[in-house]
């Protein structure tokens, strides 16, 4: 039997039509988290693709042109970045422990809400570098908004009195403070001009020998050549120029075997090395002594 063409289209159209359909499928977690970053990844890739660019565009000046043109690329990347919202959002500072963090704030020269490009952290860190307190920094940006500042202070050793004049300084003899200065808890007191570069040298000697340098109250430079030592009863004892180390260790054997340094003494003087010279302290002299007259007695 011969087919009718029509009928025969008509179950072709048919069996398009009517085959089942497979429903949608669910998406995946994945596809619905990305689809909901979608506003927030496109940005950041342009921006990522931009600052690429430009980074290949400054090198590529700064190769041809190192002076004149490279400022001008700069100035256009700092644009860019601001216009992609890479602005300082905050900064964070370790480190610190007697840095006032006013003086540090100046130096960085910089506030929220500026474009984070602009900002020069080598520039920022030689400010930083000429703080009393601040031996050395690190100064680093992390895009887009945060600045890190990283500090080592210097250690107060001492304090120093000199002409009137008392500063807490370091090892190296830098002043770092002219204030607040019992914050800092007890520290050697060096006396005198020169006193606060050498004095390091000598209160390392006298720490060898505890029974002297729990009783020293002051370490006193005289004319910039050698020392005495003020103990807290009121003695001085006179060291010799350039053999201290000797004078202290002598020092201390006699503390331990006569227990010099708790007698009245106005001065101990060890400037020769084959005698010790002791010089008490200025007593009263009998015709000092006050008494009641025999004669006023009896006039009584």
Request: charge should be positive.
């Amino acid at each position: 039997m011969a087919r009718d063409p029509a009928r025969g289209g008509g179950r072709e159209r048919l069996a398009r039509t009517s085959s089942p359909q497979k429903e949608p499928s669910r998406p995946s977690r994945l596809r619905i988290w990305v689809k909901r970053r979608r506003s927030m990844v496109r940005p950041a890739i342009y921006g990522a693709l931009g600052l690429g660019a430009l980074s290949v565009l400054v090198l590529a000046v700064r190769a041809v042109d190192p002076a004149g043109r490279v400022r001008g690329v700069a100035e256009s990347f700092s644009g860019v970045g601001e216009t992609l919202g890479m602005t300082v959002q905050q900064v964070i500072l370790e480190g610190r422990r007697n840095t006032p963090t006013d003086m540090i704030r100046a130096a960085l020269g910089v506030s929220r809400g500026d474009p984070i490009l602009d900002f020069s952290p080598e520039a920022a860190r030689t400010r930083i570098e000429t703080i009393a307190w601040v031996q050395t920094a690190h100064v680093e940006r992390r895009l887009p908004g945060t600045i890190l500042v990283r500090i080592e202070e210097r250690r107060p050793f001492a304090i120093w009195q000199n002409n009137a004049r008392f500063v807490i300084i370091d090892r190296e003899g830098r002043v770092v403070a002219a204030d607040g200065l019992d914050q800092f808890g007890p520290l050697p007191l060096l006396v005198g001009a020169g006193a606060d570069t050498v004095g390091p040298a000598l209160h390392d000697i006298l720490r060898r020998e505890p029974e002297v340098a729990d009783r020293v109250q002051a370490m006193v430079r005289i004319h910039e050549r050698r020392w005495n030592l003020r103990l807290h009863n009121g003695t001085d004892v006179l060291l010799p120029e350039g053999a201290e180390a000797a004078a202290i260790q002598r020092l201390a054997e006699l503390q331990r075997e006569a227990r010099l340094l708790d007698r009245p003494l106005a001065a101990i003087d060890l400037r020769l090395p084959d005698r010790l010279v002791l010089r008490p302290t200025r007593q009263a002299e009998p015709s000092e002594v006050i008494t009641p007259r025999s004669g006023a007695a009896r006039r009584g």
